[in-house]
């Protein structure tokens, strides 16, 4: 078989099928692959986001936390979820592979979620309740917390993987497959949003009006039905093979250029050392271009007489290649745009806890018999993402293709940066409603009332503004993540960009803590009081606006000077 016959068979981008042999084009990857790994994330998300899309309330009226308390045990868990990936990224990119790794921890992620819907509906491990108050005791408190962690675990090797996971049934070098790439990004979120929406409406009423247990059990069964998606694919998954642990890789490219800190690095980059075969020495990445930043790492790849003597020759902690430096190189650059999705993900979290709370205080009834809770608002934030999706890929990106000649419409950092602006106006729009409701409260004197006479569809703008903001920013950065990583770190990148969402969670975590201890100081209500109608939410709105404001700034002047890779040659 001559090397074009074979380039036509099989995909040039070092993956394998699930028998260990080259992926075969025609029978492996693509949509067909696709299929299984859509489906599986649609059953996952269901089963995640009908567990926490109403948490808040669960903590709150179920195991009878404060306001507080219960906002920032959400934020925490769901920071310690989105944390954890750096755990299954590692094992994914070092040992094994993204297929194996997600096999591996869905068996947690069902233990963890058996566990919450044994908590929440047999005896003895269910909160004692009477009337509207509920009672949980120290050993029930445990469970649940034990349960929401073993979920978190979970997620930790499902979440950095699954996309990347998808992403790699798309050989690169193919024009026509790595065109549909950019698309299965764009269609990945879309089936997370039909997940949600399903449990923001169906399982947070069952949740509200039929039971804990029930409400909780199906996300169980649906996250059964998921795993179930994901094997029945196997024959037409494309694997990556592991490129072995790249935090040793860049460990050693560290300890070599401080080893070398007083040698020159020559002007001619061609004098410094790569691998001289086409492939690069690290298993499943393509070599990496020189670039000329951060040139006190180039000392690692400097040749000295010592380095050709002996055993010295073959230590990777005193020479490395081009490629594994501009690996390390990647990470750092990617670093900066990193942060700056920590405040994005901070006015996200909104909608699991204070937009919850803010609802809770409007009329939620739509007719005279049917009320709808008011963590179902989330409902309207997934219906945006729905819309928005298909119309950013089929309509917004065709159209700006014809005036910016870039083939996706926009770069991947312009799109970042315009759903950055747009939660500007998320915040600004909560800002606004709050304002209005509590103007309502003073004028018809009705602090002491749990709820007032404003519908809580008021929040329909909000929500809206925070789905939009999402697919410009969130899949943006799931693109810009995956495709700007090496290609033996691209699990590890992937967690990265989910890390943003720990930490913005976090950050909010500790903003309402701060917020809290300072402004309920002196025997004052604070601005997040425990009854909102004798407080200031709107001034959190405008806190986190202005540090959304501040943060496009930002990003706009680290976007100005970030060049993108470059590769070259074919994986091994």
């Given at each position: ?10 995909t040039q ?8 042999k080259?992926?075969?084009?025609n029978?492996?990857?693509?949509w067909?692959?696709c ?18 899309t ?9 195991m009878n936390m ?9 934020t ?7 944390a954890?990936?750096?755990?299954g ?6 040992y ?13 992620y ?10 929440a ?10 009337g509207?108050s ?14 929401l ?7 930790g090797g499902?979440k950095?993987?699954v ?9 690169d070098?193919d ?8 698309s299965f ?5 879309f089936?997370i ?10 399982l ?5 009006n039929?039971g804990?247990?029930?409400?909780l059990?199906v996300?169980t069964?649906?996250?059964g039905v998921?795993v179930?998606?994901?094997f029945?694919g196997s024959?037409f998954?494309r694997l990556?093979?592991p ?5 040793t890789?860049?460990l050693?490219?560290?300890?070599a250029?401080c ?11 061609s004098?410094l ?6 492939e ?11 670039t000329k930043i ?6 690692a790849?400097?040749?000295t ?5 002996g ?10 290649t ?8 990647a ?13 994005f993900?901070?006015?996200y979290?909104?909608?699991g ?8 205080t409007l009329d939620q009834?739509?007719?005279?018999n049917?009320k ?14 729905l ?10 990106v065709?159209?700006?293709r014809?005036?910016t000649?870039?083939?996706?419409g926009f770069?991947?950092?312009q799109?970042?940066g315009?759903g950055?602006?747009?939660s ?8 606004i409603l709050?304002v209005?409701?509590?103007n309502y409260v003073?004028?018809?004197n009705?602090?002491?009332e749990e709820t ?8 329909v ?7 939009c ?14 495709d ?15 890390t ?16 809290t201890?300072?402004?309920?100081s002196?025997?004052?209500p ?9 407080g200031h939410?709107?001034?959190f ?10 943060n496009?700034l ?9 060049t993108?890779?470059?590769?070259t040659g074919?994986?091994?």
């Amino acid at each position: 078989m001559t090397m074009e016959e074979d380039k036509d068979i099989y995909t040039q981008d070092g993956t394998l099928d699930i028998h260990k042999k080259p992926a075969n084009k025609n029978k492996t990857g693509t949509w067909k692959a696709c299929r299984f790994i859509l489906g599986t994330e649609c059953c996952e998300r269901l089963a995640y986001y009908g567990m926490s899309t109403n948490l808040v309330n669960y903590l709150e009226k179920q195991m009878n936390m404060e306001t507080v308390t219960a906002s920032n045990s959400v934020t925490n868990w769901s920071g310690t979820c989105y944390a954890t990936p750096l755990i299954g990224a590692f094992i994914a990119d070092a040992y094994l592979g993204r297929y194996w790794t997600i096999a591996s921890f869905v068996v947690i992620y069902i233990s963890g979620m058996t566990l919450l819907t044994i908590s929440a509906s047999v005896p003895g491990l269910t909160p004692t309740c009477s009337g509207n108050s509920c009672h949980a005791t120290a050993s029930q408190t445990a469970v649940t917390f034990i349960a929401l962690y073993l979920i978190a675990l979970g997620t930790g090797g499902i979440k950095p993987c699954v996309s990347s996971f998808g992403a790699d049934q798309f050989d690169d070098t193919d024009e026509k497959e790595k065109e549909s790439k950019s698309s299965f990004f764009n269609w990945f979120y879309f089936v997370i949003n039909v997940g949600a929406m399903i449990a923001s409406s169906v399982l947070v009423w069952i949740q509200m009006n039929v039971g804990w247990g029930w409400g909780l059990g199906v996300p169980t069964v649906a996250m059964g039905v998921a795993v179930v998606f994901f094997f029945a694919g196997s024959k037409f998954y494309r694997l990556q093979k592991p490129g072995g642990s790249p935090l040793t890789r860049m460990l050693q490219v560290i300890v070599a250029s401080c080893r070398k800190s007083k040698v020159k690095v020559p002007e001619d980059e061609s004098l410094l050392y790569e691998n001289q075969d086409a492939e690069s020495s690290i298993i499943g990445s393509r070599k990496l271009e020189h670039t000329k930043i951060l040139t006190f790492f180039d000392k690692a790849a400097v040749q000295t007489e010592s380095d050709n003597k002996g055993a010295a020759k073959s230590s990777l902690w005193k020479l490395c290649t081009v490629t594994q430096v501009e690996e390390l190189k990647a990470l750092i650059r990617l670093l900066p745009i990193w942060a700056t999705g920590i405040v994005f993900a901070s006015v996200y979290s909104q909608m699991g806890t204070v937009f919850v709370l803010q609802g809770n205080t409007l009329d939620q009834h739509m007719g005279p018999n049917f009320k709808i809770p008011s963590a179902s608002l989330s409902l309207f934030d997934t219906l945006s993402v729905l819309f928005w999706a298909p119309v950013y890929d089929k309509l917004i990106v065709p159209f700006a293709r014809k005036y910016t000649g870039h083939e996706r419409g926009f770069t991947q950092l312009q799109r970042i940066g315009i759903g950055l602006v747009i939660s500007i106006f998320a915040m600004v729009s909560a800002g606004i409603l709050e304002v209005a409701r509590l103007n309502y409260v003073q004028t018809h004197n009705l602090y002491n009332e749990e709820t007032i006479p404003m519908t809580i569809f008021w929040q329909v703008p909000q929500y809206f503004f925070v789905g939009c903001a999402e697919v410009f920013t969130f899949v943006g950065q799931l693109e810009f993540f995956y495709d700007q990583a090496p290609d033996a770190m691209r699990s590890l990148c992937s967690a990265l960009s989910l890390t943003t969402v720990a930490f913005g969670n976090y950050l909010s975590t500790f903003l309402v803590t701060l917020i809290t201890n300072i402004t309920r100081s002196g025997g004052r209500p604070g601005w997040i009081a425990k009854n909102l109608n004798n407080g200031h939410l709107d001034y959190f709105f405008w806190l986190l606006a202005g540090l959304s404001f501040l943060n496009f700034l930002i990003f706009l002047w680290i976007a100005k000077w970030y060049t993108y890779k470059k590769t070259t040659g074919h994986a091994l």
